[in-house]
C-alpha cells in the first residue's frame, strides 16, 4: 500500500504492506495512508504485524482501531504483534480500554518467532533510535525478508539470508557519513546487504519524498550487481 519514508505524500502512504498466502493475509506495518488503501476488505486482514512505534510506520493502527470499534458490528480480538513499546506507546495514544477488546497485542522480540496461518515469521532487532523487528516470512518453501527501519550495524542481516525478496528501506543516498542519524541506510547499504546475504531479489522502500527514487536505484544495483526493484505503492509482487 505505501512505501515512502517517513511521511505520505497524496498517493504515496508511509510504510505498509500486505502480505498473503493462500487464505492468510497479514498487514505489515500501518503507516499513515495504508488503511484505507488495503485492497482487500479490512475485516479479511488475519493479523497485524508493526516493525516499530515510528507514527510513519504504526498510525493506522489507530485508524484501524476506529473503523473496526465504532460500527453497529464491531470486530474485536484482532491479533498485533510487535514490540512491547508499541503496545505502550498506542495505548497512550488511544487512552481507551476498548483497544485492548479490539486487538489481542503480542509482545515480540529479536529472536522470537510464531505462526500466523499459513506464513512463519522469524524476527531480529534492528540498529534503530528505538527497538525495531526487522522480519522473515516463510511459506511454502519461499522466504521474505523486510528490513524495518535500520542502521547498517547489529546482527539482524541474516534475518535476509537466501531471500527470495528482500524488501529494504533505503532512506538515504550517497555516504552514510554526511548523515547526522546514523539509525537508516544508504541505497548503496541495502545493496551491499542483499548480496552478502545472497539474497536473489532486492526491493527498496522506504524511500522519502524528496529524493529521486532512480538515482537510489541505480546506486543500490552498483553494491547489488543485479538489477533492483521499488516498492512501488497500489502493486503486488508474487514471490
Ligand atoms: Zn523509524
Same mark, same amino acid.
Not at 487464505?23 to 479479511?44: E, K, M, N, Q
Not at 512491547?84 to 518467532?113: C, K, W, Y
Not at 511459506?139 to 535500520?150: F, H, K, M
Given at each position: 500500500?505505501?512505501?515512502?519514508?517517513?511521511?505520505?505524500?497524496?498517493?504515496? $502512504?508511509?510504510?505498509?504492506?500486505?502480505?498473503? %498466502?493462500?487464505?492468510?493475509?497479514?498487514?505489515?506495518?500501518?503507516?499513515?495512508?495504508?488503511?484505507?488503501?488495503? *485492497?482487500?476488505? *479490512?475485516?479479511?486482514?488475519?493479523?497485524?504485524?508493526?516493525?516499530?512505534? #515510528?507514527?510513519? #510506520?504504526?498510525?493506522?493502527?489507530?485508524?484501524? !482501531?476506529?473503523? !473496526?470499534?465504532?460500527? *453497529?458490528?464491531?470486530?474485536?480480538?484482532?491479533?498485533?504483534?510487535? $514490540?512491547?513499546?508499541?503496545?505502550?506507546?498506542?495505548?497512550? !495514544?488511544?487512552?481507551?480500554? /476498548?483497544?485492548?477488546?479490539? !486487538?489481542?497485542?503480542?509482545?515480540?522480540?529479536?529472536?522470537?518467532?510464531?505462526?500466523? +496461518? /499459513?506464513? %512463519?515469521?522469524?524476527?531480529?532487532?534492528?540498529?534503530?533510535?528505538?527497538?525495531?523487528?526487522?522480519?522473515?516470512?516463510?511459506?511454502? +518453501?519461499?522466504?521474505?525478508?523486510?528490513?524495518?527501519?535500520?542502521? $547498517?550495524?547489529?546482527?539482524?542481516?541474516?534475518?535476509?539470508?537466501?531471500?527470495?525478496?528482500?524488501?529494504?528501506?533505503?532512506?538515504? %543516498?550517497?555516504?552514510?557519513?554526511?548523515? $547526522?542519524?546514523? #539509525?537508516?541506510?544508504?541505497?548503496?547499504?541495502?545493496? =551491499?546487504?542483499?548480496?552478502?546475504?545472497?539474497?536473489?531479489?532486492?526491493?527498496?522502500? #522506504?524511500?522519502?519524498?524528496?529524493?529521486?527514487?532512480?538515482?537510489?536505484?541505480?546506486?543500490?544495483?552498483?553494491?547489488?550487481?543485479?538489477?533492483?526493484?521499488?516498492?512501488?505503492? =497500489?502493486?503486488?509482487?508474487?514471490?
Amino acid at each position: 500500500m505505501g512505501a515512502s519514508g517517513t511521511y505520505p505524500v497524496l498517493g504515496h $502512504p508511509s510504510s505498509g504492506y500486505l502480505i498473503e %498466502q493462500a487464505s492468510t493475509r497479514i498487514w505489515c506495518d500501518a503507516g499513515p495512508g495504508t488503511f484505507v488503501t488495503l *485492497p482487500v476488505d *479490512p475485516d479479511l486482514v488475519d493479523a497485524i504485524v508493526i516493525s516499530h512505534q #515510528h507514527p510513519d #510506520h504504526c498510525l493506522d493502527v489507530i485508524t484501524a !482501531f476506529h473503523a !473496526f470499534r465504532y460500527r *453497529p458490528d464491531p470486530r474485536g480480538s484482532v491479533p498485533v504483534y510487535c $514490540p512491547a513499546a508499541v503496545i505502550e506507546r498506542l495505548s497512550l !495514544f488511544a487512552d481507551n480500554p /476498548e483497544l485492548a477488546q479490539t !486487538f489481542d497485542f503480542h509482545a515480540m522480540s529479536g529472536g522470537d518467532s510464531v505462526v500466523i +496461518g /499459513e506464513i %512463519q515469521l522469524a524476527f531480529a532487532w534492528t540498529d534503530h533510535s528505538v527497538p525495531t523487528l526487522a522480519s522473515r516470512w516463510e511459506a511454502n +518453501g519461499r522466504v521474505l525478508a523486510y528490513s524495518a527501519d535500520t542502521g $547498517p550495524e547489529g546482527d539482524w542481516h541474516a534475518i535476509a539470508a537466501g531471500a527470495d525478496l528482500f524488501l529494504c528501506e533505503a532512506s538515504y %543516498q550517497g555516504d552514510l557519513g554526511r548523515y $547526522p542519524y546514523k #539509525h537508516h541506510l544508504t541505497s548503496a547499504l541495502a545493496g =551491499g546487504i542483499a548480496r552478502s546475504q545472497n539474497v536473489k531479489r532486492l526491493m527498496l522502500t #522506504h524511500i522519502p519524498p524528496y529524493l529521486d527514487k532512480t538515482i537510489s536505484v541505480a546506486e543500490a544495483e552498483v553494491s547489488f550487481d543485479r538489477p533492483v526493484e521499488l516498492a512501488v505503492p =497500489g502493486t503486488s509482487r508474487k514471490i
